[in-house]
Structures are given as structure tokens and as C-alpha cells.
């Protein structure tokens, strides 16, 4: 249908088509060799997936990351980016193929009425389709389709290729995928009563932390027999053990210098009227939120600002502006527009420029030359200590074993260093600094261990502490049992902590064993004690987390049956059903993709 509305120019660009334009699934295309290349980061059954294909997506997705609010992205989101564009570079060509194999698609009718039960969320939200009172007007949309005048262009054309050759033969796929495997009665009314059946109950709890066992009531024969018990759990990849430096990206007094300097001049071009406060702020601002609005920040009060700002701001006089402020934000330049003084306080409406004090690109070239090439022949000859020696701020750390493509303890993800730290010899020191948002890192390669079982010595220290918490929860039931065995049978549970100060007692609001419940938590172990146990009667004690709990319901709502027309419990058989299609879903496209012929060199490109 939409198909045959294409005569005239279009008047207005649909926004929700262009917001699509850049969504991998379907703005490059369906053939992957059109593509001029170079290098190939992959095959699909034959098809080659281009490394420039994949970098330009790499390079937009770290945009689109960065421009959500405004900050660049850590190492680690970096870093999982290549992985996702390549895995949705595959899943879009497996899919092609099976669409094509199965003659899955959407017809013209099919995508207009898609459209107008779904309307993307940027067509909800342009005024253009909305009432005076700011509500999606659905007829108003419904005009717009119906216009072959506005149908005709690159927004609706991408919108309409991503409906007719993925989202509806999507929902094909789902369909066929499910069909005979519906959810039964018995299933759904568990779930409506999970969901809506109420009750009241009492809690008592202890905390396991607070009854101290000393490690030395582990002994080697406890360790021996876990270690026994539990072999799946000590098979360990390749790992390795290395030393590094690391060298903080912190400004230095004169990069703090250069800003405050930039800020004298932006208040001396505002002063001479030779620029805008605003226009300045827009441009000049570090302050993300605040610049758009030419640094405008509202009406405050005492307390509610920095502190330095806060003396600074209220100190001005009505349009004066304020020398370079220092606070833990960066320096501030700060125009007063208007002061009000209520009754007990003063407010404040004013704008503000920032400056963020970050280290200059000098001082970061500096501070990765720190590590000469005269200082890393010193680390590989007599190791990292002494190569230090005239570098009192600086140390020297381990790393502890770590696994191939595991986060570094207590530093995260290093771009780089994993290809190095598994590569190259023991002893070595990489060439160039690594780096991260925060520093650069030097490593040294101390160790690697080969995959394997680990021995009984090197697995008791990661033994010694569960077993430490197995005796723990095993005094705390101990304690909570003999307190317990103190009061009635049908006494509240709250007469049990009375002068107790380890053990906590409650009564909970009226709730589902759904819901987040204060004190308790949520869809836990103690939950379904306190729905599946008759009113009055007590539970045994009940792990959740490092706690143990005693749950005694006092109320439970009465639910014999359940009305199969009613709009929850056909809610609940509509949320299982979509729950279920998606599981048979995600099992096919596993055993699909396993099935496929796919070569993947990412890591040759994308290291880390």
C-alpha cells in the first residue's frame, strides 16, 4: 500500500524514519561484498564481513554513546562496542538468510497497519501529532499516512525497509516458531496468583556477619573435602600475573593556570560587551546540561550549590559577574541575574560557565613519556623496582592472576594489555604506555599459568572464606533456632527480639510475593515461605543472602479461583505467551547460529 503513495516531493521529513537511518540492521544493506574493502573481519556461510563496514559502525556507535549525555565513553563500554557491532553484523545476516529460505516478509498493508498500531516513540512525541494538551493524536498520524505527498522520502523509506524486511518478518518467524506451544491454564493461574495474591507476614533475621568465626576454625580437612566435592569449580583458563605502574592523568598547576586564564578573558570579552554571557556560555561551557540553556541554572537557595559557589554566588550584586571560582567541579565563572529575599532565606537565579580541570594534551604526552625507552631496559633487566628508583611518586603493584579477557583487579579493562600480557615473553614491558580514561599503564610480565585444574594449595585461599561463611550462617541458625525455641509456638515473632540486639523483627505491609518488600527484599527464598506456609504456623529458617530468616505469615487472601475474562489474568496469559516466544526465539537462533559457517577475526582488529 505505501508502496503506491510515492507522486509527489514530500513537505516534511518524518522523524522517526530518519532516526532509523543509522540502524545497523538495515542501513547497510543486504549485500555485504558492495562495500569496497580491505581487510576481512569475518565470514557469514562465505559472505565476507568488511573491516571498514565494521569501524564505520564502531566509530558512529561510540558517537551515539557519547552524545547521551554528554561524557566520553569509559574503556570498558569502548571496549564491548566492536563485539556487539560484529554479533549484530552476523544475527542481521542469519536472519536475511532464513527470511529468504522461509519467503518471509511484509507486504504494503502489512507495514501500513504496523505503523499505525505502532507508531515509533519520536511520532508520539512530535507536536504534529499531538492535541493542544500535548496527547499523541492517533488520527492525526493517521491523516499523515494516508497523504501520498507525505510518504515520499529518505525518513519513511528506511523506516518502511526496516518494517517489510526485519521487524514483521520477525514477528513471522516468532509465530511459526511458537505455534503449539502454548502456554497451559495451570501455568498462567500460578503466575496471576504470583502476581496478585496478597498477604501479611513477620520476619525475624540474623545476620550471618555477625557472628565472627576466625579462619582458623577451617581445617585442612574441611578444605580437602570441599576441594573433593566441588572439582568443576577450580578449572581455570590461561591465566597471568603482572607487574605495572600505573601513571594518574591528573592536571598540573599550570594546566589549572591555562583555564583560569581562559576564564579571565571570556569575562573580559562579556564585561566590554564584546560577547553574551549566554552566547559565551553556549560555546565555551564545560557544563553539558547548563550550556544548552546559555549556562542558565535556575533559582537556588543556601545548601543546594558547592559550597565556594554558594559563597561566590551570593556575594555578587544583581548582573555583576564573578571572578574564576575553584570547586571540586572545576573553575566557574559566575553571572548573578536576580536575588529574592523570602522570609527566612535568600534565593538566587543565575548563570554559570565551567571549565573542567583536565590535564592538557602536553601534560598527558608528558606523563606517558615518563616511561623512557632507558626506563623500560632497566624494568626488563632488573625489573620494575629499580627502574623506579628515581621516581618517588611513582609504585609498583600486581596484578594477581588474571584470565584472558577479564577486567584487571582494582583497575578494569586496559585496551591492549591482554594481547600483550598473552603474547609476549615473560619479562617483557610494552613498548607504549597503555591507557585508559583515568592513567597509563605499564606492565611487566611476571607469570602466566597454563589452563587447568589448580592445585589444592592454590585453590584453599579461595575455599578457606566459604567454608568460613558456611560456619558463620550455621551459628547464626543455631542462635536464631534456640531464641525461637524460647517463646510459643504461637507467639509473634516479635516477642523474640525483645532485648536482642542480633536479631531483627518486623511485619510487612500488605504485598504480593512479586514486589520489593522493605527489609526483606524481593522473589526470594523467605517470600514463598511466608505464601506457601498456613496463617500462624512459623517456617524454619530461611537463607537469602548472607542473612537467615524465620518467616510466620498473619494474613493471607483467600483466592479459590480465578475469573478466566479478566483483563489481568488475560494480561498475565498475554505476558507469559510473549515470555515463552521469546525463549523458543533465542533457543532456535543459538542452535541456527551454531549450525552456521561463521569465521570471526575481530580480535585481530579489535585486540581488547
Not at 583555564?259 to 553539558?288: C, G, N, P, Q, T
Not at 522493605?518 to 524454619?540: D, Q, T
Not at 478466566?564 to 523458543?584: C, F, H, I, K, Y
Request: avoid cysteine; charged fraction near 25%; aromatic fraction near 10%.
Amino acid at each position: 500500500m505505501i508502496m503506491k503513495m510515492r507522486d509527489h516531493a514530500p513537505k516534511i521529513i518524518l522523524v522517526a524514519g530518519i532516526a532509523f537511518v543509522g540502524t545497523i540492521f538495515f542501513s547497510w544493506g543486504m549485500d555485504f561484498t558492495s562495500m569496497g574493502r580491505k581487510n576481512t573481519v569475518g565470514l557469514v556461510d562465505g559472505q565476507e564481513i568488511p573491516y571498514e563496514a565494521i569501524s564505520r559502525e564502531v566509530t558512529a556507535q561510540e558517537e551515539v554513546g557519547k552524545g547521551q549525555d554528554g561524557q566520553e565513553l569509559s574503556a570498558a563500554e569502548r571496549r564491548e562496542i566492536p563485539r556487539k557491532v560484529f554479533d549484530t553484523y552476523v544475527s542481521r545476516a542469519l536472519h536475511y538468510r532464513i527470511f529468504k529460505a522461509m519467503q518471509l516478509s511484509g507486504s504494503g498493508e502489512e507495514v501500513f497497519r504496523y505503523l499505525r498500531s505502532n507508531p515509533p516513540a519520536e511520532v508520539v512525541a512530535h507536536p504534529m501529532f499531538q492535541t493542544p494538551d500535548s496527547v499523541f493524536d492517533t488520527t492525526k498520524f493517521e491523516e499523515y499516512l494516508s497523504n501520498p505527498e507525505n510518504l515520499n522520502n529518505p525518513g519513511i523509506d528506511s523506516l518502511e525497509h526496516r518494517l517489510r524486511n526485519m521487524v514483521i518478518p520477525m514477528d513471522q518467524l516468532r509465530l511459526i516458531l511458537g505455534a503449539g506451544n502454548t502456554i497451559s491454564r495451570s501455568e498462567v493461574e500460578r503466575a496471576y496468583r504470583a502476581q496478585y495474591r496478597r498477604a501479611r507476614f513477620e520476619f525475624a533475621r540474623v545476620n550471618a556477619g555477625d557472628f565472627g568465626v576466625d579462619s582458623s576454625a577451617v581445617t585442612d580437612a574441611m578444605v580437602q573435602q570441599y576441594y573433593d566435592r566441588n572439582p568443576d569449580n577450580f578449572n581455570e583458563a590461561e591465566q597471568v600475573d603482572l607487574y605495572y605502574v600505573k601513571i594518574p592523568k591528573v592536571a598540573t598547576e599550570a594546566d589549572e593556570k591555562e583555564y583560569y586564564s581562559e576564564l579571565v578573558e571570556i569575562r573580559s570579552r562579556i564585561l566590554d560587551k564584546s560577547a553574551a554571557f549566554e552566547d559565551e556560555a553556549k560555546f565555551e561551557s564545560d557544563d553539558e546540561g547548563s550550556a544548552q540553556r546559555g549556562g542558565e541554572l535556575g533559582w537556588f537557595t543556601k545548601g543546594q550549590v558547592a559550597k565556594p559557589f554558594e559563597d561566590a554566588a551570593f556575594a555578587l550584586a544583581k548582573a555583576e559577574i564573578s571572578e574564576p571560582v575553584r570547586t571540586s567541579f572545576g573553575l566557574h565563572i559566575i553571572q548573578v541575574e536576580d536575588k529574592v529575599q523570602n522570609k527566612d532565606s535568600i534565593a538566587v537565579k543565575a548563570r554559570h560557565i565551567l571549565r573542567k580541570i583536565k590535564p592538557s594534551a602536553q601534560t598527558l604526552d608528558s606523563l606517558a613519556e615518563v616511561f623512557s625507552d632507558s626506563l623500560r631496559t632497566v624494568s626488563e633487566e632488573e625489573g620494575m623496582a629499580k627502574a623506579l628508583a628515581g621516581h618517588p611518586w611513582l609504585r609498583v603493584d600486581s596484578t594477581g592472576l588474571v584470565s584472558r579477557g577479564a577486567p584487571v583487579p582494582g583497575i578494569g579493562y586496559v585496551p591492549g594489555m591482554t594481547r600483550f600480557a598473552f603474547a609476549e615473553a615473560i619479562g617483557s614491558v610494552n613498548d607504549q604506555a597503555f591507557e585508559t580514561d583515568e592513567a597509563f599503564y605499564f606492565f611487566n610480565i611476571k607469570r602466566r599459568v597454563a589452563a587447568g585444574k589448580l592445585s589444592l594449595a592454590a585453590a584453599k585461599s579461595r575455599i578457606v572464606p566459604i567454608l568460613r561463611d558456611s560456619l558463620q550462617r550455621q551459628k547464626a541458625a543455631e542462635y536464631l533456632n534456640a531464641a525461637l525455641a524460647k517463646a510459643a509456638a504461637d507467639a509473634p515473632l516479635s516477642a523474640v527480639s525483645t532485648g536482642d540486639a542480633l536479631i531483627k523483627t518486623g511485619i510487612t505491609d500488605t504485598v504480593t510475593r512479586m514486589q520489593y518488600i522493605p527489609e526483606v527484599g524481593m522473589r526470594n527464598p523467605a517470600i514463598s515461605a511466608a505464601f506457601a506456609l498456613p496463617v500462624g504456623k512459623r517456617s524454619a529458617p530461611v537463607r537469602v543472602g548472607s542473612a537467615l530468616y524465620v518467616v510466620r505469615p498473619v494474613w493471607i487472601q483467600s483466592m479459590d479461583s480465578i475469573s478466566w475474562s479478566s483483563p489481568d489474568v488475560m494480561m498475565v496469559e498475554r505476558q507469559m505467551n510473549a515470555t515463552n516466544g521469546n525463549q523458543l526465539y533465542g533457543q532456535w537462533y543459538l542452535r541456527y547460529k551454531a549450525d552456521a559457517a561463521i569465521k570471526d577475526n575481530l580480535a585481530e582488529y579489535y585486540a581488547d
